[in-house]
């Protein structure tokens, strides 16, 4: 995928420029607590079918 472009087509390009976001305060904190857990069975017979199964939690409690 090779595609050029010319400099008319840049000319037609248009921008707008995004409203400001309020920074972060200086004192914020937050817990972030994070669970990462994973089960995987698989049955050691013929013809047999490996499960798995995985779990991530996270929670964030900002003050």
């Known amino acids: 995928m090779n595609e050029k472009v010319t400099t ?3 000319d037609l390009e248009e921008v707008q420029v995004l409203p400001e976001r309020e920074a972060l305060g200086s004192f914020n904190f937050a817990n ?5 857990t994973a089960l995987a069975l698989n049955a050691a017979s013929h ?8 779990v991530q ?6 003050h």
């Open 8 to 10: 008319v087509e840049l």
């Open 32 to 36: 972030i607590t994070a669970n990462n």
């Open 47 to 54: 013809f047999s079918a490996a499960k798995a199964v995985a």
């Open 57 to 62: 939690t996270i929670f964030v409690h900002q």
